[in-house]
């Protein structure tokens, strides 16, 4: 099993930044394909982003394709998304999630584990 703990969110003005973190502890998080997903009021949970294993293979979602980055830094167990131009749209609850699988798959039912989330809210 792996523990995946988000941070980073919090309440920006449209056109800022963010830097989400998810922390994974337990199972060796090298193992783990991982994806971050959000969820806003009364819509269904979404992937954004995407990153395999390694790092070497990442996806996203067309809705934030050239603003989100997915890295991970597997020595420090951690994965990151990174959000530039926030949008008044972006408002939700980011997740991260853990798949045991060793390349990026899209399917929320694909992932295994799921941290507790962090709230990004965007002002106009």
């Known amino acids: 099993q792996v523990q995946l703990v988000e941070s980073g969110g919090g309440l920006v003005q449209a056109g800022g930044s963010l830097r989400l973190s998810c922390a994974a502890s337990?199972?060796?998080?090298?193992?783990?394909?991982m994806g971050w997903f959000r969820q806003a009021p009364g819509k269904e949970r979404e992937l954004v982003a995407g990153?395999?294993?390694?790092?070497?293979?990442?996806y996203y979602a067309d809705s934030v394709k050239g603003r989100f980055t997915i890295s991970r830094d597997n020595a420090k167990n951690t994965v990151y998304l990174q959000i530039n131009s926030l949008k008044p749209e972006d408002t939700a609850v980011y997740y991260c999630?853990?798949?045991?699988?060793?390349?990026?798959?899209?399917?929320?039912?694909?992932?295994?584990?799921w941290g507790q989330g962090t709230q990004v809210t965007v002002s106009s």
């Open positions: 999630a853990a798949d045991s699988g060793d390349t990026v798959v899209t399917g929320i039912n694909d992932y295994d584990y």
């Open positions: 337990g199972r060796a998080f090298s193992t783990y394909a």
């Open positions: 990153i395999s294993r390694s790092g070497g293979i990442t």
